[in-house]
């Protein structure tokens, strides 16, 4: 039987590609940001989101918190986890070679995977359901995921608006500029470094609280995420945060699109179809440039 | 006198160690060793764990009424870590340096697909408990024998209610990995010999998590039933953008995840009518089933699953052919493994000539009211399938 596609079901694929973009978004805005300022490739941000939907699981298991409420824990929690591990460690491979701290994310993202394996077994736990979705006219709008796109929509433009009015999301935005000038004009990169971890952290953890709400939270959760959030800020251009909302949203719609009229298969090929044509075309990412 | 030097003790002590080492090797023969290798560390620690308890639970049982051939039975297990390839070097020390009278198999499809390369090499004879991949049983072994059902008769419930409800339309998807995939195609296969038509089949990668395109595409060919060979998170993810999509077939199965209690928890009432497979259930009436759980329970502290029991039924299978053949041989055991049928805890045996399982049932259950009730095959169900399920909005 041959599967006739109309108007109605490609709009409920580009609705429903949209807010799983979001979140997207969210999740690779903190590794864009990491990047941007440090020139470190975070592996270990899949394993920051992984902890911060622990912290949900956990606070709703136990003390019955709403997993919305919990990012105002999740967030902060993890924003000390990424400071503790920069202070420590990360800032070993600061502007070193980008192999350097490939594999010390690595790394860092085996040992952290592996202790929360043997602290909370590999089982699969599960956050409080919501179900169902709104109708509007023909097409159908997830009540979960309408709620988790709009938390990643606050979110990054709480992000946008920090990065943009503080003080400090400015000396952020000098240092991914410049750093030594950043540092001549008496900016503290060091500490700038230790605040940019943490909030790259603490970004995983909202996404990973957020998709603890729809999907099981287990200790290996992470990794999807990560080779999604690289695809989404080669994109967008990597460092520039508009450009990672913009490319989550893009990527979300793309894949959509090509599991209906292709097939779910075929997804990933034309994903990445997409990233060697920016690549080539506009090596610099759609929206290009710096912050 | 003088006293003894620490070097003397020493000597001595390691005389009387090799004295007793001497002593013991002739208690040895009076010994049937079964060796194993098993995760017990790694991605299948779990699972595995709960194979060596049934295996070791099988022992107790079998020395507790006087052994096999006249011989206690005592397990040798080794750590493969998950690896097939440390697996492979384990039951080549089993069979070629410790010299195990038996072996059994490990646990998972991939890891008993390498050792059963060094048992077939040796001659040795494998009881396979916890493989469930057809191709291993296509390569022409002689000596290895299955005790689970193959990945492509997990949806045969489903399929079997379908049909007799006189549903007409089938859709399946799939992920697009070994074990689901090839419960995807018997399925599909099933399907069509019971004059069923396959509308809809489309595989999705791993690590899917927007399911929109490929149910809206099913939705506009409205089947009478969705099949799912499907592991956990996919399967969660399904059922939940099915209710959102207000996707409505009358019948709607997953392979694995399913039957996990996490499914229901996760999904609460969305996993109503939602039907799933499993290999083994607790209540099922087996003979000696009450017992199995009741000494599992007591020794381990825990319920058994499936894994447990399958492991401890492909020993008292290999314990009845050790029986029959009296003796060891591989030849003569294959011969009588061969010949074999009977129901253990776990459920029905018999083989085919390639050693590969064709009695044992899957069964199939649903959800209803936030418990598992298993609605196939009819001789064993404990309740009825509720029928058809509703659509979303009437529930």
């Known amino acids: 039987m041959q599967v006739h596609i109309t108007g109605t079901m490609v709009l409920q694929v580009v609705v429903s590609g949209l807010l799983v973009g979001g979140l997207y978004a969210l999740v690779a805005l903190g590794l864009s940001l990491v990047f941007g300022v440090m020139r470190v490739i975070n592996v270990a941000h899949g394993t920051f989101l992984m902890l911060g939907a622990y912290v949900t699981f956990w606070l709703f298991d136990l003390y019955g918190l709403n997993p919305f409420l919990s990012i105002l824990v999740s967030v902060p929690v993890l924003f000390a986890v990424g400071a503790v591990l920069q202070r420590l460690l990360v800032f070993r491979v600061v502007n070193a070679p980008e192999l350097s701290s490939l594999l010390l994310t690595f790394g860092i993202s085996i040992v952290l995977a592996n202790m929360a394996m043997l602290a909370w077994t590999a089982d699969y736990r599960s956050v409080e359901f919501l179900t169902g979705s709104f109708v509007i006219g023909q097409i159908a709008v997830s009540k979960p995921r309408l709620i988790s796109f709009v938390t990643a929509l606050v979110i990054t433009a709480l992000a946008f608006v920090f990065l943009h009015k503080t003080r400090t999301g400015k000396a952020i935005r000098a240092t991914s500029q410049h750093r030594e000038v950043a540092q001549v004009c008496g900016i503290n990169v060091g500490r700038i470094d230790l605040v940019t971890f943490g909030l790259g952290a603490g970004l995983a953890a909202a996404g990973g609280s957020l998709v603890s709400v729809m999907f099981a939270v287990y200790p290996e959760m992470g990794q999807v995420y990560v080779f999604k959030s690289f695809l989404v800020i080669v994109l967008g251009g990597a460092g520039n945060y508009p450009g990672a909302f913009f490319g989550g949203l893009l990527l979300g719609v793309v894949e959509g699109l090509a599991s209906l009229f292709l097939t779910a298969q075929l997804t990933e090929v034309v994903a990445y179809i997409l990233l060697v044509l920016v690549l080539l075309l506009r090596p610099q990412g759609l929206l290009g440039g710096r912050i | ?395």
Not at chain 2, 100 to 111: C, F, H, R, W
Not at chain 2, 149 to 155: G, I, N
Not at chain 2, 354 to 382: C, E, S, Y
Request: proline share 5%.
């Open chain 2, 1 to 395: 006198m003088k006293r003894p030097t620490n070097a003397t003790v020493q000597l001595g002590a390691a005389l009387t160690a090799l004295a007793l080492l001497g002593l013991a090797a002739p208690a040895a023969a009076q010994e049937l060793r079964i060796g194993a290798s098993i995760s017990l560390t790694g991605t299948y620690a779990k699972p595995g764990k709960y194979t060596q308890e049934g295996y070791l639970l099988c022992e107790k049982d079998i020395n507790d009424k006087g052994g096999l051939l006249g011989k206690k039975v005592k397990f040798v297990v080794y750590d493969d870590k998950s690896e097939p390839p440390t697996a492979i070097k384990l039951y080549e020390k089993l069979i070629t340096e410790d010299k195990v009278e038996l072996v059994m198999g490990p646990y998972s499809s991939p890891v008993t697909n390498a050792a059963s390369t060094v048992s077939e090499k040796y001659k040795k004879l494998m009881m396979a408990s916890l493989a469930a991949t057809t191709s291993i049983w296509e390569r022409g072994y002689k000596y290895l024998f299955m005790t689970i059902s193959p990945a492509e008769v997990y949806l045969e419930g489903l399929v079997e209610l379908a049909v007799e409800r006189g549903l007409k339309t089938i859709a399946v998807i799939n992920e697009d990995t070994l074990f689901s995939k090839a419960a995807a195609s018997g399925t599909i296969e099933l399907a069509k010999k019971k004059g069923m038509q396959v509308v809809f089949h489309e595989a999705y990668p791993k690590g899917t998590t927007d399911f929109t395109p490929i149910l809206i595409k099913i939705k506009s060919l409205n089947p009478d039933v969705i099949a799912a060979g499907s592991y956990f998170d996919d399967a969660v993810a399904t059922t939940r953008q099915m209710k959102e999509l207000d996707i409505n077939p009358k019948m709607y199965g997953v392979t694995v995840g399913g039957d996990l209690p996490e499914f229901y928890q996760l999904l609460g009432k969305t996993a109503e009518f939602v039907y799933g497979s499993s290999q083994w259930e607790s209540h099922l009436p087996y003979p000696g089933i009450k017992e199995f759980v009741e000494s599992y329970t007591k020794m381990w502290n825990r319920e058994p699953a499936y894994h447990a029991a399958a492991a401890y039924g492909a020993c008292q299978v290999f314990a009845e052919a050790i029986k029959r053949a009296n003796s060891i041989d591989s030849d003569k055991l294959r011969e009588e493994l061969l010949k074999l049928k009977m129901t253990t805890a776990f459920g029905d045996y018999a083989v085919d000539e390639r050693g590969f399982q064709i009695a044992h049932k899957m069964v199939l259950h649903q959800w209803q009211n936030g418990k598992k009730v298993t609605v196939w095959p009819a001789n064993v169900a404990d309740g009825k399938p509720a029928f058809p399920t509703p659509p979303w909005n009437a529930r």
